[in-house]
């Protein structure tokens, strides 16, 4: 549907399916999640999930995330309508927590901005305890994952809970006007639900002394063994990013000057950064440049590794803007020639190795 500033909602590109939905003025941001909503199953199932909106700068992409920002005054059923997919996702992840109330699970909230190629906690506090965003590093772990050191997060209980905190940081996201936009996003947003869950039936491993079946030892068996204490294992954590990027920009076509220039070269370069990686992923080179730039270091998980993600294309229906558009085109056309590998599900269930005698 319409964007807020006039862009249109584009094409809907699912990297692991290969699949393509293209979505017109007429449709409702109902419509547009539909697509998204099955993979939001698959959170609580052990699996990862990305979903980011890519195109040029006024073409939809916050209105397509996060809804329009102008409704206070509006009915809850107009607001409702209205909402993007960062609020409506997180309804339905915790929907579908309130349906497994036999199992444990939390919800953590984390939102980062990447801002001329340097990661911000949004969520940060300064030394008296109020707002201010920090500047954080991106570091590989042993284990080959992206991690932001020390990034804050913060414990919700519901959508609502956490599209307050989302809210109140929004304020904190670098914006300029441009002479196509006249709040423009200077800034890629990440938003990051993470899920710690721990089935009911985890494995325990060990006996308390109430629970061990030998009383007495006699002589001719060996002593019951010393109590052990239980052990239960960790949960499983599984992460929701929600991903709004950046417009690309035509610095001819957007007027900006001065420091604004800066901000224009570190937005397209890290989203050419982003095609990049794209493309080696799609033609299977040995060396994919996540490192090229902090967003695709930052997303490195996301785009290569085995997390389902889905890409929602943005373009401007308008005539003036057609390079642009097919510009976003052909960063969606690498984007469906990426096969990616199955998915593998997290688990928390310990193997234990019987010891031979």
Same mark, same amino acid.
């Given at each position: 549907?319409?964007?807020?500033?006039?862009?249109?909602?584009?094409?809907?590109?699912?990297?692991?399916?290969?699949?393509?939905?293209?979505?017109?003025?007429?449709?409702?941001?109902?419509?547009?999640?539909?697509?998204?909503?099955p993979l939001l199953?698959?959170?609580?199932?052990?699996?990862?999930?990305?979903?980011?909106?890519?195109?040029?700068?006024?073409?939809?992409?916050?209105?397509?995330?996060?809804?329009?920002?102008?409704?206070?005054?509006?009915?809850?059923?107009?607001?409702?309508?209205?909402?993007?997919?960062?609020?409506?996702?997180?309804?339905?992840?915790?929907?579908?927590?309130?349906?497994?109330?036999?199992?444990?699970?939390?919800?953590?909230?984390?939102?980062?901005?990447?801002?001329?190629?340097?990661?911000?906690?949004?969520?940060?506090?300064?030394?008296?305890?109020?707002?201010?965003?920090?500047?954080?590093?991106?570091?590989?772990? *042993?284990?080959?994952?992206?991690?932001?050191?020390?990034?804050?997060?913060?414990?919700?209980c519901s959508a609502?809970?956490?599209?307050?905190?989302?809210?109140?940081?929004?304020?904190?996201?670098?914006?300029?006007?441009?002479?196509?936009?006249?709040?423009?996003?200077? *800034?890629?947003?990440?938003?990051?639900?993470?899920?710690?869950?721990?089935?009911?039936?985890?494995?325990?491993?060990?006996?308390?002394?109430?629970?061990?079946?030998?009383?007495?030892?006699?002589?001719?068996?060996?002593?019951?063994?010393?109590?052990?204490?239980?052990?239960?294992?960790?949960?499983?954590?599984?992460?929701?990013?929600?991903?709004?990027?950046?417009?690309?920009?035509?610095?001819?076509?957007?007027?900006?000057?001065?420091?604004?220039?800066?901000?224009?070269?570190?937005?397209?370069?890290?989203?050419?950064?982003? *095609?990049?990686?794209?493309?080696?992923?799609?033609?299977?080179?040995?060396?994919?440049?996540?490192?090229?730039?902090?967003?695709?270091?930052?997303?490195?998980?996301?785009?290569?590794?085995?997390?389902?993600?889905?890409?929602?294309?943005?373009?401007?229906?308008?005539?003036?803007?057609?390079?642009?558009?097919?510009?976003?085109?052909?960063?969606?056309?690498?984007?469906?020639?990426?096969?990616?590998?199955?998915?593998?599900?997290?688990?928390?269930?310990?193997?234990?190795?019987?010891?031979?005698?």
């Open positions: 549907s319409e964007g807020r500033y006039g862009g249109m909602r584009g094409g809907c590109y699912s990297l692991r399916c290969v699949s393509l939905r293209v979505y017109g003025p007429e449709d409702s941001q109902d419509t547009v999640f539909k697509e998204v909503k199953t698959s959170l609580l199932d052990g699996y990862n999930v990305c979903i980011m909106a890519y195109g040029q700068t006024g073409s939809g992409k916050t209105h397509t995330m996060l809804g329009s920002q102008q409704l206070e005054e509006s009915s809850r059923m107009q607001q409702e309508a209205q909402q993007g997919i960062i609020p409506k996702a997180a309804a339905e992840l915790f929907r579908l927590i309130s349906e497994k109330p036999a199992e444990n699970h939390t919800v953590e909230v984390s939102v980062i901005e990447v801002y001329n190629n340097e990661v911000f906690d949004l969520l940060a506090k300064d030394g008296q305890g109020n707002g201010a965003s920090q500047r954080r590093d991106v570091i590989t772990t *042993s284990s080959g994952s992206s991690q932001v050191t020390c990034l804050t997060h913060e414990p919700v609502a809970e956490a599209m307050q905190i989302i809210s109140r940081v929004l304020k904190r996201r670098v914006h300029c006007p441009t002479l196509i936009h006249t709040d423009s996003s200077r *800034s890629h947003l990440v938003v990051t639900l993470t899920i710690s869950s721990k089935s009911p039936n985890a494995l325990a491993l060990g006996e308390t002394a109430a629970s061990s079946p030998c009383a007495s030892p006699s002589p001719s068996h060996s002593p019951c063994p010393s109590p052990r204490r239980s052990i239960s294992p960790a949960p499983f954590r599984t992460k929701l990013q929600l991903v709004d990027l950046a417009g690309s920009e035509c610095v001819g076509m957007s007027g900006v000057s001065g420091a604004a220039l800066w901000e224009v070269s570190c937005i397209n370069r890290s989203l050419s950064s982003l *095609s990049d990686v794209l493309g080696a992923l799609a033609e299977h080179r040995p060396h994919v440049p996540y490192r090229n730039s902090k967003l695709t270091h930052l997303l490195q998980d996301a785009i290569g590794g085995d997390a389902k993600l889905l890409v929602m294309l943005c373009v401007s229906p308008t005539q003036r803007f057609i390079t642009e558009s097919l510009q976003s085109l052909g960063f969606g056309t690498r984007a469906r020639q990426v096969q990616k590998e199955q998915p593998r599900r997290k688990s928390n269930t310990l193997k234990v190795k019987r010891r031979e005698r």
